[in-house]
């Protein structure tokens, strides 16, 4: 009873007197009755900011159906995508608008405005007052709030709700108007976000998508492993940091590396054109935009210095058995050739000018120089480490989250579907207890460095989950990087995928995942990302009779061709599970111009009978905690146990 009287003077700070406690348990208790917010689920977005940004804008398609919903055939087919467009877009659609010659301005924009305000009611229905007024610019903030809630069909408010309008367009504020409003429908359609890992490598611009997430208050990562990859090199860890660089080289995106990050390639530009510049560095040309021979000589430098590291980390650490990162070490650099579990392959490139045959894993002194600099370089970018901190504090290695347990690639399992074991540190962990320990391990390495050595082998470990066996980030046996650059039987480039992928298909398999992570097998579900799914050649995103979705649908342009479209989304709101696959974002520009919209089919896979409710939500028991609580403090301020103010 001390012990409660103690929490409940502590709560009374807050609530000061029966009044104010009795205010909030029953505005609690009327959030509770609302509907259940509208969830976004995205993953490997890979540095496409423009396709992301704009499925943001339109939340997977939703708007339009919202669109669709309120005026129906009362608008035309045109009209509907071009207001769409300006909840988008407001600002750059208003400007392309203005242009149009004998065009009624004042006219466009009051109609707009009405239109808006009806979509804005619609999407704000399902949220407190108090909630919708947080999301609201300042700027306009009591007009909005008059506007929603405010009714012209009403007697006595007609004349009042027309003159707001026809006063914010006689003052010259209606395009601003319009702007602050469509940026309201954006926040307020998407209640929490998602990202399911994978937001780097690839793609131009994952900084561009990062600072995006730091704008959200609702939303959540689960670490992919190219998340983790930068984790590591922001850390310092040299491996993760040729890795990056390595990636940047091969798809042409240096630029986010020195202009996003301010990241100092020099130096590995100076070393490249030193030892590489008459090496025609066939295997290492750019994949996307324009060839270069700078950017293929800084390819073949970094993979080399990649090649060497990798080797001298895995010798390092015997126990994470990654000794195919050795592979320099297997080569007979007379002949020309590799050996590969006893079978000899040759080697589609011999010139290997920075590798000392005798100890093939050696770094040279300028090669340990350059290391260290970009070392230095990647530790002191303010910019990267903001973001690598938003991974942190918004970031895991999983999430339960209202029935869903959400994890980027897979849960280790051998393929009789028992989970793996791997060793870490102080024993043997599988399941939901290596998940833990892995989180525990990542963090510790971030915000405990204290302790060089063991931190040490904390960020060494951060790189096994780049690449090792039973990485629940990586989901492979084996990262074939050597094999794909020098060796041309493609028999050599093969990674195996974990049991895990296989045995989703079954039921029984995530009732199993569902019980190891104490959750309903009945009414939860799994959502994973990491391995593309093969629409084309008629593979589903739903497994195990729905029980699994896998939303990996092709965002990244380099996978597009693979799986046939581009991207899977997934909403859940109060009706339900919705799936949205994505057809290839053109561009911006088309969308404002033509409003062509981002074209998306949308499956139902799970729809509720029953409306869901705030209280049948994860957040509706935290929210049931704290009635319970302010019940115990009413009572006390009743009896006199705590004094009221």
Request: glycine content about 4%; proline content about 3%.
């Amino acid at each position: 009873m001390n012990t409660e009287i103690k929490y409940l003077e502590l709560l009374s700070k807050s609530f000061k007197n029966i009044a104010e406690t009795s205010t909030e348990i029953i505005n609690l208790q009327a959030i509770m009755n609302l509907p259940k917010g509208t969830e976004h689920f995205m993953t490997d977005i890979h540095g496409e900011y423009e396709a992301f940004n704009h499925v943001l804008r339109n939340g997977s398609g939703t708007i339009r159906m919202k669109i669709d919903d309120i005026y129906g055939d009362t608008l035309s087919e045109t009209e509907k995508k071009e207001l769409a467009t300006v909840i988008y877009y407001p600002k750059e659609k208003i400007e392309l608008i203005l242009k149009r010659d004998n065009f009624n301005v004042e006219k466009w924009i009051t109609n707009t405005i009405y239109k808006l305000i009806e979509v804005c009611r619609l999407v704000s229905s399902k949220y407190t007052r108090s909630k919708v007024r947080k999301a609201m610019t300042k700027d306009f903030e009591y007009i909005l709030q008059e506007l929603l809630y405010e009714k012209k069909e009403l007697p006595n408010k007609k004349e009042y709700v027309e003159c707001i309008v026809d006063t914010i367009i006689s003052i010259d504020r209606g395009k601003e108007f319009i702007i602050a409003i469509s940026d309201l429908i954006q926040r307020l359609n998407i209640d929490h976000l998602h990202i399911v890992g994978d937001i780097y490598d690839r793609g131009p611009s994952p900084h561009l998508i990062m600072d995006r997430l730091i704008e959200y208050n609702n939303v959540d990562i689960q670490w992919g492993n190219h998340d983790i990859l930068w984790i590591g090199a922001a850390l310092g860890n040299k491996a993760c940091i040729a890795n990056v660089i390595r990636i940047c080289c091969r798809y042409n995106n240096n630029d986010i590396l020195e202009e996003a990050y301010g990241i100092n390639l020099l130096p590995l530009a100076t070393f490249a054109m030193k030892y590489y510049s008459n090496d025609p560095c066939k295997r290492f040309r750019p994949k996307e935009g324009i060839d270069n021979d700078l950017t293929a000589q800084m390819h073949k430098a970094i993979s080399i210095i990649q090649f060497k590291v990798e080797g001298l980390y895995s010798e390092r650490n015997p126990e994470l058995e990654m000794s195919s990162r050795e592979s320099l070490k297997y080569i007979d650099y007379d002949k020309g050739s590799i050996n590969l579990n006893g079978i000899e392959y040759q080697l589609n490139d011999l010139n290997f000018p920075t590798i000392n045959k005798n100890k093939p894993l050696e770094l040279s002194e300028e090669e340990s120089e350059l290391l260290d600099k970009l070392k230095i370089s990647f530790m002191s970018s303010e910019k990267l480490q903001r973001h690598i901190h938003l991974l942190f504090s918004k970031g895991s290695m999983y999430l339960k989250q209202n029935s869903n347990l959400l994890f980027h690639a897979c849960i280790p399992m051998e393929e009789n579907g028992e989970f793996s074991e791997l060793y870490l540190e102080d024993g043997y962990y599988k399941g939901k207890a290596l998940m833990d320990k892995i989180e525990n391990i990542v963090r510790l390495a971030y915000y405990d460095r204290k302790n060089v050595e063991v931190n040490k082998k904390y960020r060494d470990f951060i790189w096994y989950l780049w690449a090792g066996r039973l990485s629940p980030l990586f989901g492979k046996d084996i990262m074939k990087t050597f094999e794909r650059y020098f060796i041309d039987d493609k028999t050599t480039h093969k990674e195996n995928k974990n049991p895990y992928h296989k045995l989703i298909n079954n039921e029984e398999i995530c009732n199993k995942i569902f019980k190891e992570f104490e959750m309903n097998p009945q009414t939860s579900h799994i959502i994973n990302g990491h391995i593309p799914v093969k629409v084309k050649e008629g593979e589903s995103p739903v497994k195990a009779n729905g029980k699994l979705l896998i939303i990996d649908g092709g965002f990244s342009k380099a996978y597009q061709t693979t799986t046939g479209i581009a991207g899977y989304t997934l909403t859940y709101n109060s009706y339900g599970i919705k799936l949205a696959s994505h057809l290839a974002f053109n561009s911006k520009d088309d969308v404002i111009k033509n409003d062509s919209d981002m074209i998306s089919s949308h499956i139902v896979v799970e729809h509720k009978i029953k409306r869901m409710k705030v209280k049948d939500t994860d957040k509706g028991k935290e929210i049931q905690a704290q009635i319970n609580d302010l019940k115990k403090l009413l009572k006390a301020y009743r009896l006199g146990l705590i004094k009221s103010n």
